[in-house]
């Protein structure tokens, strides 16, 4: 039985002009695929007026949340004891977003409840990607 786990959470955007925006976000975990995690924003605050979705390891967040990581279009670093930052690159541009760490790490542990680190299901995973890659072939 697949668990998808949401926890809301507030977001600050950054601006060119180092304003912060407040931003609505969802964090979304899902046991059919163990090893990404998802920060979903509303259409309200993208770009192009629909919802947007970032994936990325489940592992680079918990990196990120002590420590700088990330090497290609989500970079996560701590801002101080309290904050962390999430930069999302795109071809449409940059979004540079500070999360409560705790808020993250308490979303971190209850994914963890789910699936264990190192208890994910890789073969099930690959599985799952090659049947979405390839379709019905």
């Known amino acids: 039985m697949d668990i998808t786990l949401e926890q809301a959470v507030h977001a600050r955007l950054i601006t060119a002009e180092d304003q912060e925006l407040p931003v609505p976000a969802t964090l979304r975990y899902d046991s059919a695929d163990p090893f990404a995690v998802h920060v979903d924003f509303p259409p309200e605050v993208s770009l192009e007026g629909e ?20 090497t290609g279009d989500v ?29 993250l790490r308490r979303f971190l542990l209850r994914s963890y409840a789910v699936v264990a680190a190192g208890r994910e299901d890789v073969t099930a995973a690959v599985d799952r990607g090659l049947q979405a890659l390839l379709g019905n072939v």
Do not use: K, N, Y
């Not at 670093?77 to 930052?85: A, H, K, N, S, Y």
């Open 51 to 70: 919802p947007v979705t970032w994936t990325f390891g489940r592992g680079l967040l918990e990196r990120g949340v002590s420590g700088p990581a990330g």
């Open 75 to 103: 970079h996560i670093w701590p801002c101080g004891p309290d904050l962390t930052v999430m930069e999302f690159h795109s071809p449409l541009g940059l979004a540079l977003l500070q999360f409560d760490t705790g808020a």
